[in-house]
């Protein structure tokens, strides 16, 4: 069973930047497209960013768009989220998730594995 374990979340003040990884155990990861959720507390999981099988393709949600990259290195079983310009209103936890299935997607629903997730908290 994969595992997807992240990493490089912490506290920064408003405008400042965060780099998260997510390592995958599975060898053959650059089969499946990943994305990036994020949770807030109550609220329900929001697509952040997500990228295809080769790295060639993204999409983002409009609330990260022109803040965020994200992107991969299949070499590494690795995943990134590269945030800058960091708001307030992007604390939550952020997760790494895999997609088995053709497309670019951004519904949960549409993802079969996550990990715990990182806090990533932005003070004003």
């Known amino acids: 069973q994969v595992q997807l374990e992240e990493s490089g979340g912490g506290l920064v003040q408003a405008g400042g930047s965060l780099s998260l990884s997510c390592a995958a155990s599975?060898?053959?990861?650059?089969?499946?497209?990943m994305a990036w959720f994020r949770q807030d507390q109550e609220k329900e999981r929001e697509f952040v960013a997500a990228?295809?099988?080769?790295?060639?393709?993204?999409i983002y949600a409009d609330s990260v768009k022109g803040r965020f990259t994200i992107s991969r290195e299949n070499a590494k079983n690795t995943v990134y989220l590269q945030m800058n310009s960091l708001k307030p209103a992007d604390t939550a936890t952020y997760s790494c998730?895999?997609?088995?299935?053709?497309?670019?997607?951004?519904?949960?629903?549409?993802?079969?594995?996550w990990g715990q997730g990182t806090q990533v908290t932005v003070s004003s």
């Open positions: 599975e060898r053959a990861l650059s089969w499946y497209s």
């Open positions: 998730e895999r997609r088995t299935g053709v497309g670019l997607k951004s519904k949960p629903s549409d993802y079969d594995y």
């Open positions: 990228v295809s099988m080769s790295g060639s393709r993204t």
